[in-house]
Nanobody
Framework: QVQLVESGGGLVQAGSSLRLSCAASGRSFTNYVMGWFRQAPGKEREFIAAIKWSDSSTYYSDSVEGRFTISRDNVKNTVDLQMNSLQPEDTALYYC??????????????????????WGQGTQVTVSS
């Protein structure tokens, strides 16, 4: 049974940093893509970043590129999201996701929530001004 468990959320001030972690278990993720999404109240779920487990290729949304960094740890089986220069608009529930996404058109596929097979419960990030 696949499990994704997020941790690391919290309440911080604008300009601060946080590091989220997603612990993945239940199968081999070698051929999977791991993604981070977020959802603010009243808004749709938004793609943030993704990483191919096999070769660590990374993908980012325009809204976070240059501030957030996604990485994976093969030994710990975790995917981390380092978030710097946080702003109030980054406030949301952050989800980890995993899926066997198609190789053709992967750049588009990683950005679509319905391409992912497994989801965590989310961790709250709140940024005060």
């Amino acid at each position: 049974q696949v499990q994704l468990v997020e941790s690391g959320g919290g309440l911080v001030q604008a300009g601060s940093s946080l590091r989220l972690s997603c612990a993945a278990s239940g199968r081999s993720f070698t051929n999977y893509v791991m993604g981070w999404f977020r959802q603010a109240p009243g808004k749709e779920r938004e793609f943030i970043a993704a990483i191919k487990w096999s070769d660590s290729s990374t993908y980012y949304s325009d809204s976070v590129e240059g501030r957030f960094t996604i990485s994976r740890d093969n030994v710990k089986n975790t995917v981390d999201l380092q978030m710097n220069s946080l702003q109030p608009e980054d406030t949301a529930l952050y989800y980890c996701a995993s899926g066997s996404l198609p190789i053709v058109g992967l750049w588009d596929a990683v950005r679509r929530a319905d391409e992912y097979d497994y989801w965590g419960q989310g961790t709250q990030v709140t940024v005060s001004s």
